[in-house]
């Protein structure tokens, strides 16, 4: 068993697939249009199912915005450099919402990021991950 996708519910399906692929890096893998069923999907990743689990970002036609509740917590990706990561980020228009730096008590690097949706994600500092 393996975990294939995740899937987060977006306002703007184009401001959402702009935020990770140009903000984050991603490839936008496919895409799916239900107009009958009233919604629209982009997968988003670093790569394809089955080496690497996606992104299904949902678009709920007339739907722009959601309550966040308080059970998500974030989505984690290893990054080779924390603090170049950011500044990336950071340059191509994405919010840093925990600069990057050891998490309390250890010594791993970590940052946070938030999506235009509100969506947290943590970029966790792995040497040797790919660029």
Known sequence: MRILHTMLRVGDLQRAIDFYTKVLGMTLLRTTERPEQKYSLAFVGYGKNPEHAELELTYNHGVDQYEMGSAY???????????????????????????????????????????????????????????
């Open 73 to 131: 917590g974030h989505i984690a990706i290893a990054v080779p450099d924390a603090y170049a990561a950011c500044e990336k980020i950071r340059a191509a228009g994405g919010n840093i919402t925990r600069e990057p730096g050891p998490v309390k008590g250890g010594n791993t690097v970590i940052a946070f990021v938030t999506d235009p949706d509100g969506y947290k994600i943590e970029l966790i500092q792995r040497e040797g991950e790919p660029g």
